[in-house]
């Protein structure tokens, strides 16, 4: 997930682009003026052309894949064959000479670059970037690197998303809110669960829910599943067999597999957390060579006995969920398969991390099933419904998107009696690998890339602040608005307050400082009511609900913000003022 | 696509450029289309070709499998059909042969994982019975073994329920057999037999695993049966033979076995095979010339018994005098015997039905328990030991 060669190259880009307008394109200060609402009008229709472009952009990615993994490596690859220790190893080295000499943006899994996109450069992806990232990402999946497809067609979506949006001229916060918008139909695409597709954005690309943004995010990736269904069928990537909680003591199991799990997620964060950056720092040149020398080593491991570790594995985890493999040999591929996946992506190799996630749990998850089918068997469900929980909790321990976790083992199973154990689990695991390794592997790979994204589980978990946090009771005079300015004048000195509220006939108030109180006073007849005396003007209505920030603009003209109760109209609930708020941000 | 703004106080120039801006982001929009229908032809194409080639490649690897299966290689077969199972996931007959193959190849728990699953998604298949019953029998799990065998008589079958079930029963049978539980065996051979339509070949196949259960009369009824079938099956014909002959139906064994030695393809059977059959017919025949059946005249039967008495009290002096220490039921036997007159005629035997019968009954008494005793018969010995066993069957047809 090498983000530095965008850097250069497309941060330059980014920043010259927009400079260099064609004489016939309208500047956006000239849209905003002839045409103000263009832009939120076209968002929706162009999401739903970015669903479908990416939709079937991500059905021909996926074919490209497969078709390349049968001329390559044969129709049915088994241990022994010669190919598999060849193709890899050609396949890693044709990929690093095209993303050294001709794609610098295609390496890593596409998520973070699609972050920096959405944080650095304006929602900026190039057409090269796409263009490389399919035929790189197909090449070294198809000849047999252990990673998924998923996380580019995530960034391949983005890339429509983003030349789409430049190419209709769309203002700059439009413009970035469009790589999300593709990430999210390129990712329903290529796993055929658009809700899952939808939660894994917002959880790790966007980090919060944004209004703004979420119909049009849900529009591309409803548009896109459709699009992939039309090919593929309602299916999801892989069969998902009967799967029922018969027990409660069964989640027992799933607690262990949670904890299986978690520890799993752990040794793959902290085995690619230790290679990668180490053989990033070695020299250049060696980065010609990295991909070939891990695709020999994933083939080693293909040729030795275990092929099912080669590719995104989507067959193999099929079989896994319908009992096709004895405990033993489950675990063995799990474990290889974070070995495999550790050498192909932190040699650079272009592919994502879902699908050997997705592998990888899967086979803890039936492994855990099968070996309590087999010592416990009047206690276990399915093997199936332990692989689909076990795929959640790798989610949720590895990845780290414990919302996304569940919902997309919910998504795809069609069946809600499982939400238990896949709770149980994901949670054991999230909290275990949270514990175990603080910072997510999609931030470390940020550091280690030299960039500073935001801490996705920071954003997601960030509390906002809000005017009950600084509000205070009500400690300066309230002044009914009949009362004269004498009265007033004598009650806000005894105060020594510097400014007092005006509680007016129709239920509104007027904060009125010190200043204008004396300033009056000087003027007017004392025996005059106050109400008189006041503008027009009256003081915003603020709730204890509404953000802090919300009240910030208003100091200038108020020297204090009386603060309302919802359930009861003009009655006080407190006061603010601008050092209680700056106060309360100082402390948070 | 920019908006409309019917009352807005735009400029001449201004409203100009806004309509160049509705005329670019329509051709923008229009292009963006046709690049739509331009890039989903192309992934329609791309994707039949590859759908055409994964059918190919399922059918392939599919014939590489069962051809294997059949060839009695489950790892090749194994490897083949996890490929073609990759091509067509969901192919129920491919899963439940992979299945099979794994069984074949030693490697029952994965067979017993994967049959479970599959029986999960389809509990009532009786097909995934029977093979969790076969690999349940093979792990020696008697109790499982059954009970999936029950499933599969119970479950599903696909068009010709019928038959595999009637199959599934005879395969139940034979498992019974192989454990000794006979009765049970016996009561599914019955079923079976009750059920089957009117066909030699099942016929003979039911009597068979009958005679295997140790019960040759319901046997030999079902041999009787398939004998009515035209043209003779020598195999009908042996059965009923070998039935009635242990049934001690010996007048009738020795019909059955007359047909069997006459019957043209008896010729064409092992030489071993010829032998017993011969030999039990030659059996027959003695121990028909022995037995005093009640058509015999009076004169003829008592002329058995006088020979039958003899041969029994040679017997019964031979193991005397083998014994130093005379057991008290051989002294018994030898006391009942002195009780008897020495002498007898023809003429005494033949007035005196009830000493007939009394004598008959020490001839079988003496040829038992010197059986027992003194080592097995050989000889009329052995034929009146025969005998002995059912006196009442000899002559029965």
Redesign the interface.
């Known amino acids: 997930m090498s983000v530095q060669p965008m850097q250069e190259t497309e941060a330059k880009q980014s920043v010259k682009k927009p400079v260099k307008r064609p004489k016939?394109e309208?500047s956006q200060l000239?849209?905003e003026?002839?045409?103000?609402?263009?832009d939120e009008?076209?968002f929706l229709?162009l999401s739903i052309?970015i669903g479908?472009?990416s939709g079937?952009?991500v059905?021909?990615f996926r074919?490209?894949i497969?078709?390349i993994k049968?001329l390559t490596l044969g129709?049915?690859p088994?241990a022994g064959q010669y190919r598999l220790l060849i193709v890899p190893a050609l396949a890693g080295l044709f990929v690093a000479a095209l993303a050294q000499l001709f794609f610098p943006g295609v390496r890593g899994s596409g998520v973070n670059q699609t972050k920096a996109a959405l944080y650095i450069y304006n929602g900026y992806i190039s057409f090269k970037t796409v263009i490389g990232k399919f035929v790189t990402s197909a090449l070294a999946i198809g000849g047999g690197h252990s990673l998924g497809p998923e996380d580019p067609a995530l960034q391949i979506g983005a890339g429509v998303a983003s030349m789409?949006a430049r190419?209709?001229n769309l203002s700059k916060q439009r413009l970035r809110l469009f790589a999300p918008i593709g990430a999210a139909a390129g990712l329903a695409a290529a796993f055929n669960a658009p809700i899952s597709a939808i939660l894994f954005v917002i959880e790790e690309v966007i980090g919060q829910w944004s209004a703004a943004v979420l119909g049009s995010i849900v529009l591309a990736a409803i548009s896109s599943v459709v699009v992939a269904r039309q090919?593929w069928g309602a299916e999801p990537i892989f069969?998902i067999?009967?799967v029922t909680l018969r027990d409660p003591r069964e989640l027992i199991a799933y607690a262990v597999l949670g904890v299986v799990g978690g520890f799993a997620a752990l040794v793959f964060s902290k085995a690619l957390g230790y290679l990668r950056p180490r053989l990033r720092a070695l020299p250049t040149w060696t980065q010609y060579c990295q991909p070939g020398v891990a695709g020999l080593l994933v083939g080693l491991i293909g040729f030795i006995g275990f092929p099912q570790v080669m590719g995104p594995g989507y067959?193999v985890i099929?079989?896994a969920?319908?009992?096709?493999?004895?405990w033993k040999?489950l675990l063995a591929l799990a474990l290889l398969k974070i070995l495999a996946t550790t050498l192909s992506f932190s040699s650079g190799t272009p592919g994502g991390m879902f699908a050997p996630t997705l592998f990888i749990g899967a086979m803890l998850g039936a492994s855990v099933g099968?070996f309590e089918?087999?010592f416990f068997p009047h206690l276990a469900g399915?093997?199936?419904a332990y692989a689909l929980v076990g795929i959640g909790v790798l989610f949720a321990g590895f990845l780290r998107a414990p919302l996304t976790s569940v919902f997309m083992v919910l998504e795809v199973s069609g069946n809600y009696s499982i939400i238990l154990p896949v709770i149980l689990a994901n949670m054991i695991a999230y909290l275990l690998s949270r514990g175990l390794q603080p910072v997510p592997i999609f931030e470390v790979f940020t550091h280690q890339d030299g960039l500073d994204l935001p801490s996705m589980e920071e954003v997601r978990e960030e509390s906002e602040l809000h005017l009950e946090d600084a509000l205070r009771p009500v400690d300066v005079p309230v002044i009914k608005g009949q009362q004269t300015l004498g009265e007033a004048t004598k009650i806000v000195s005894a105060a020594h307050a510097p400014a007092c509220l005006i509680s007016l006939w129709d239920g509104s108030w007027y904060a009125l400082s010190d200043e204008e109180l004396t300033s009056a006073s000087a003027t007017t007849n004392t025996d005059t009511p106050i109400e008189r005396i006041l503008p027009s003007e009256r003081a915003p209505i603020l709730f204890p609900d509404m953000p802090l920030d919300s009240a910030l603009h208003f100091f200038p003209r108020w020297p204090v913000l009386p603060i309302m109760n919802r359930a009861s109209k003009g009655k006080l609930e407190g006061v603010i003022t601008q050092d209680d708020v700056l106060h309360r941000y100082q402390e948070h | 696509m920019a908006v409309l703004q019917l009352r807005s106080p735009l400029t001449p120039e201004e409203r100009q450029q806004r309509q160049k801006l509705i005329l670019r982001d329509t051709i923008a929009l229009l292009s963006l289309f046709a690049i739509v229908l331009l890039l989903f032809f192309i992934t329609l194409f791309l994707f039949h070709s590859f759908s055409v080639h994964r059918q190919e490649l399922a059918y392939r690897w599919r014939g590489r499998g069962e051809k294997a299966l059949r060839a009695n290689q489950p790892l090749v077969a194994i490897d083949a059909l996890r490929s073609a199972l990759a091509y067509a996931p969901d192919d129920e007959t491919l899963q439940i042969e992979l299945a099979e193959a794994l069984g074949a190849a030693g490697r029952t728990q994965e067979a017993v994982a994967y049959f479970n699953t599959l029986l999960e998604s389809r509990p009532g298949n009786g097909l995934i019975n029977l093979q969790l019953a076969r690999l349940a029998a093979k792990q020696g799990d008697e109790a499982k073994a059954l009970e999936y065998y029950q499933a599969a008589l119970d479950g599903t079958w696909n068009g010709d329920g019928y038959v595999r079930r009637r199959e599934v029963r005879l395969e139940l049978a034979q498992y019974l057999i192989s454990r000794k539980r006979y009765d049970q065996a016996r009561n599914q051979l019955l079923i079976t037999a009750g059920n089957a339509p009117d066909d030699v070949n099942i016929e003979l196949q039911v009597a068979g695993l009958l005679e295997s259960a140790q019960d040759p009369a319901n046997a030999l009824h079902l041999y009787q049966k398939a004998l009515q079938h035209k043209p003779v099956q020598l195999a009908a014909l042996e059965g009923a033979s070998r039935t009635a002959y242990a049934l001690n139906h010996y007048l009738q064994a020795k019909t059955y076995l007359e047909r069997t030695l006459n019957h043209p393809d008896f010729e064409k059977q092992p030489a071993d095979v010829q032998a017993r059959f011969r030999d039990m017919l030659s059996d027959s025949d003695h121990i028909l010339l022995l037995y005093p059946g009640p058509e015999l005249s009076i004169r003829d039967r008592a002329e058995r018994i006088l020979n039958n008495r003899k041969i029994a009290q040679q017997r019964l002096a031979a193991c005397l005098s083998s014994k130093t220490t005379i057991p008290p039921a051989l002294q018994a036997l030898a006391n009942q015997w002195q009780q008897l007159p020495k002498t007898l005629r023809l003429l005494q035997l033949e007035q005196n039905p009830e000493l007939e019968q009394q004598i008959m009954q020490l001839v079988y008494q003496t040829e038992q328990v010197t059986s027992q005793l003194c080592g097995a018969p050989t000889g009329d010995d052995a034929l009146l030991l025969k005998i002995a066993q059912a006196p009442e069957a000899v002559e029965q047809q």
């Open positions: 016939n309208f000239e849209i003026k002839i045409a103000p609402t263009r009008r076209l229709v052309f479908v472009l079937l952009l059905v021909c074919v490209a497969e078709w049968i129709s049915a088994h789409v190419r209709l090919f069969r067999p009967t067959e099929d079989q969920m319908h009992g096709q493999f004895a040999l099968s089918k087999l399915t093997v199936g």
